[in-house]
């Protein structure tokens, strides 16, 4: 049986959108890595299941990466579930439910939605690190990037601070840097140049995913982190290789994404030919 997705993308972050709201969907690591597979699969930074959210939201969205792993918040692709599910009901107010917590999404009239990420987490058991540590500056280096600062958006994130971020290689220091041991979960690994106190310039390497044009939470996470080291004020546009993301720290806690979303194309896919594969 044929089972229908949906391509989407948030400034390049792109992901598989499946709906299990009606009927169950047999997609565990094996499969999502099968569909993750951009030579072999579909191919995107993340797959997004459907689920019934239960009370109080309007949509649960399981995160799984193109590794297998799951992943506990997705600001890019809960602003793409945040639209459809707006298309569907009329409103434009949404909650999306994911295993971090709920994240109620606004849809403007120009098509951009925002989403609420929650309040950020800087205790060290939160993150989480591996042991008690300052999460202000973290004792971690890998060639040019040193002294990040960490924090969690759902998920974790190490921010790492450098005049000049053309000069960094992150697909290098990436893969070493997500799975040092400080990190017992691995991490979303940030660098930010600082352009002005409102303006960043990010790259992302991705936990189970690898470099991508875009990641919401990363954007987040940049902004916080930098706010907690006064290199920037509380609201500022943060420039990813695939465009541009507001993000605005609010006076009560809560952390606001705001940016654009797209369809790039339907499609079916066989999952039993995928887990026979």
């Known amino acids: 049986m044929m ?97 971090s917590g709920d994240l109620p999404s606004h849809l403007h009239a120009d098509g951009t939605v925002t989403v609420l990420m929650g309040v950020p987490r800087t205790g060290w058991h939160e993150v989480p690190l591996a042991q008690a540590l300052d999460t202000l500056h973290l004792p971690l280096q890998r060639g040019p990037l040193a002294d990040p600062a960490a924090c969690s958006m759902g998920n974790p994130h190490a921010t790492f601070f450098v005049p000049d971020l053309s000069r960094i290689g992150l697909g290098v220091l990436g893969p070493l840097l997500e799975t040092d041991p400080i990190f017992p979960e691995r991490a979303n690994i940030g660098v930010v140049q600082v352009l002005a106190r409102d303006r960043l310039r990010l790259v992302v390497w991705e936990r189970g995913a690898g470099l991508t044009l875009a990641c919401g939470s990363g954007a987040c996470a940049a902004l916080v982190n930098a706010v907690r080291r006064d290199l920037a004020d509380r609201a500022a546009d943060v420039e990813l290789p695939g465009g541009t993301l507001r993000v605005e720290w609010r006076p009560d806690g809560q952390v606001a994404m705001t940016g654009p979303v797209a369809t790039a194309y339907l499609g079916t896919l066989d999952l039993a030919a995928l887990r026979a594969a």
């Open 3 to 99: 089972t229908p997705f949906r391509k989407m993308h948030g400034l390049g972050n792109d992901f598989v959108v499946l709906d299990a709201r009606h009927a169950a969907l047999p997609i565990g690591p094996e499969v999502a890595r099968a569909i993750g597979d951009r030579h072999r699969g579909i191919g995107c930074d993340q797959i997004i299941i459907l689920e019934p959210p239960g009370e109080g939201a309007d949509v649960f969205m399981r995160i799984r990466n193109p590794d297998g792993s799951e992943a506990g918040a997705c600001g890019n692709a809960t602003r793409c579930v945040a639209s459809l599910i707006a298309a569907e009901t009329g409103s434009r107010d949404v909650v999306v439910r994911t295993i």
